[in-house]
Nanobody, 125 residues
């Protein structure tokens, strides 16, 4: 397992940008797919983006395609989520998650091994 700590959340106006970062500890980071999920007030948690453990293939929810970019740095044990053109509906607590050799299907079902505590993103209109 890896331990995860998110940072970078905050308040931003619609149309603005934020960059979230997830710092991991543990020796098996390279073997983990990384993903970001979010949960808005009164709503269920939803998948946002993922990057696999092997070749860096990425996947995005339709609602964020073209606006968000996920990345990872195995040397630094980090995964970032660059969020551009933010909308009020992007307001949520964003969670970083890691899944050991996780498949895309497992990721989208939220079947991850480790979760961070979350960071709040608020987009004002």
């Amino acid at each position: 397992q890896v331990r995860l700590v998110e940072s970078g959340g905050g308040l931003v106006q619609a149309g603005g940008s934020l960059r979230l970062s997830c710092a991991a500890s543990g020796r098996t980071f390279r073997s983990h797919a990384m993903a970001w999920f979010r949960q808005a007030p009164g709503k269920e948690r939803e998948f946002v983006a993922s990057i696999n453990w092997r070749a860096g293939d990425t996947d995005y929810a339709d609602s964020v395609k073209g606006r968000f970019t996920i990345s990872r740095d195995n040397g630094k044990k980090t995964s970032d989520l660059q969020m551009n053109s933010l909308k009020p509906e992007d307001t949520a607590v964003y969670y970083c998650a890691a899944g050991l050799f996780a498949s895309l299907a497992a990721i989208q079902r939220g079947e991850m091994d480790s979760w961070g505590k979350g960071t709040l993103v608020t987009v004002s209109s």
